[in-house]
C-alpha cells in the first residue's frame, strides 16, 4: 500500500510539473525574396558580374529560436532556378534579432558561355547563411541574408549572395480576429 501512496502522490506531482509555463506553438510563414549574387569562382565571374535572384521562401518555425526553411527561386538573365531547404536558429530573443543557418538542395546555374548547355549548370548545392530578421514575433517580418553558396555543376561554382524577403505570418498563434458578431 505504501508503494501505491508515493506513486500516487510522484504521478500527481508530475501531472502539474508544467503548469504556469507558456506553451510554444509553430507557426509558418511564407512570402517573397530578391537579391543579387556575385560569382567568385574564377571561370564563372569572368563570363557575368553578376545576377538576379527572386524566391518563394518559407519558414517553419519548429522550436522558439529554430526554424526550417526552404526557398525555390529564378535567377536572371540567363534562366537559372534553385531548390533549397535547411535549417536557421536565431541567436538572440529580441524584436532584431540575428540568425546563421545553412541550405542544401539542387540549383542551375544562370546560362552563358561558361555554362551554356543544361547538363554543365545543373547540380546539388550547399550554402551558408546569416543575416537579421526584423519584428520576428510579428505576422509580418522581414529578413536581411547574406549567403555563401556553392554549386556543385561541371565545375564548382561560388558566389556571396545578398537577399531582402518579406514573410507573412496568417498562421501565427495568439492572432485573433475580430469578432464582430456581437
Not at 15 to 21: I, T, V
Not at 86 to 92: A, K, P, T
Amino acid at each position: 500500500m505504501k508503494k501505491f501512496i508515493i506513486a500516487f502522490c510522484a504521478l500527481a506531482a508530475l501531472s502539474f510539473a508544467g503548469e504556469g509555463r507558456p506553451v510554444y506553438n509553430p507557426f509558418v510563414s511564407y512570402g517573397m525574396e530578391i537579391g543579387v549574387v556575385k560569382p567568385l569562382s574564377d571561370s564563372w565571374e569572368s563570363e557575368r558580374t553578376a545576377f538576379g535572384n527572386v524566391n518563394f521562401i518559407g519558414n517553419f518555425q519548429v522550436l522558439p529560436y529554430t526554424s526550417v526553411t526552404g526557398d525555390v527561386g529564378y535567377s536572371f538573365p540567363g534562366n537559372g532556378f534553385d531548390a533549397k531547404v535547411g535549417l536557421q536558429q536565431l541567436l538572440l530573443p529580441t524584436d532584431i534579432a540575428p540568425f546563421v543557418g545553412g541550405m542544401a538542395g539542387v540549383q542551375a546555374i544562370p546560362e552563358d558561355d561558361f555554362a551554356n548547355s543544361f547538363g554543365k549548370r545543373i547540380g546539388p548545392t550547399v550554402e551558408a547563411n546569416a543575416g537579421f530578421y526584423f519584428f520576428r514575433e510579428s505576422w509580418i517580418s522581414l529578413r536581411l541574408k547574406g549567403s555563401y553558396q556553392w554549386t556543385f555543376a561541371d565545375e564548382i561554382n561560388h558566389g556571396f549572395g545578398v537577399s531582402l524577403g518579406i514573410l507573412f505570418a496568417n498562421s501565427r498563434p495568439g492572432l485573433k480576429a475580430i469578432d464582430v458578431s456581437k
